[in-house]
């Protein structure tokens, strides 16, 4: 019998504290001899501590989990692979970030403080350390959130955008504005200012474009915020599974997360419509 083998080198993995990671399948990236057996896998960190907690990894292969508040960090990796001959093993780096939740109750407590104080003729809280701290990566993705600009074109129309054109979309949050351009469809919120709208509101009115762009049947190219165009993307999936028929979304490459959340909104869909029966 023969060991597996490692068919190509695991990927260093990033995700945020408190947010659904995976199904990040490792079997993809093992050979498995046809005289070795089941592979299993084990997954650990240094000084063979489990993973962070919230993470796991299953003996069949799977990594996933939501990391808890508090594990952001780098951490080393130590896969071990193994069938009835015996175990190889591999390295790859495993990031964490800071909850983007956190860094968005920071500011929105902060906000409450100052407001409470002007409103009781108080101090205003100290805020020059801000002003001072250098701009991270969440805060880049904050103001992105509150940005939230959404757009979907109709790829194969090679016309300049026209003028803008309100568009009512009975699924868009109240909060955003939708605009019909002719070769392209653009959502973005009314007051970016406003504390009031959220990214499910951006979501929601992803999808609502989304539906849009299916009935007028448009092989389609998305831009904006990440979480925004993977909500396109994820509602045109199960567009196509439900009407029998698909759109294209062009220069979209799919990740394992976005595959999963298409198996989750269906596994839910299907739960809906039983409770409904």
Not at 96 to 103: G, N, V
Not at 264 to 269: D, I, L, V
Request: glycine fraction near 8%.
């Amino acid at each position: 019998m023969a060991l597996p083998i490692l068919a190509n080198p695991i990927p260093d993995q990033v995700t945020n504290e408190q947010a659904a990671y995976g199904p990040f399948d490792l079997t993809r990236f093992v050979q498995a001899p046809v005289d070795g057996g089941a592979l299993f896998f084990e997954a650990s960190i240094e000084g063979d501590a489990p993973l962070p907690q919230g993470l796991i990894c299953t003996r069949d292969g799977i990594l996933t989990g939501i990391p808890a508040k508090g594990t952001h960090g780098l951490y080393q990796v130590r896969l071990v692979i193994g069938n009835e001959s015996g175990t190889i093993e591999t390295d790859f780096v495993f990031t964490i970030k800071p909850s983007l939740a956190a860094t968005q109750d920071h500011y929105t407590q902060l906000k409450q403080q100052i407001w409470e104080a002007l409103e009781q003729r108080l101090p205003v809280p100290e805020i020059a350390e801000l002003y001072n701290r250098p701009i991270s990566q969440m805060d880049v993705y904050y103001l992105l959130t509150r940005w939230g600009v959404i757009k979907i074109w109709d790829a194969y129309n090679l016309d300049a955008p026209g003028d803008l054109i309100p568009l009512e979309l009975t699924n868009a949050s109240p909060l955003y504005r939708v605009y019909d351009r002719g070769s392209c469809l653009v959502a973005g919120p009314k007051d970016i200012f406003s504390h009031e709208h959220t990214l499910q509101d951006g979501i929601k009115t992803a999808k609502a474009l989304a539906q849009e762009a299916f009935k007028r049947n448009w092989t389609i190219e998305v831009s904006g915020l990440d979480k925004l165009t993977r909500a396109i993307w994820v509602e045109v999936q199960l567009l196509g599974e439900r009407h029998g028929h698909t759109i294209d979304v062009i220069n979209y490459e799919p990740t394992e997360q976005d595959k999963y959340l298409v198996t989750a909104e269906r596994q839910s869909a299907g739960i809906r419509l039983e409770a409904q029966g």
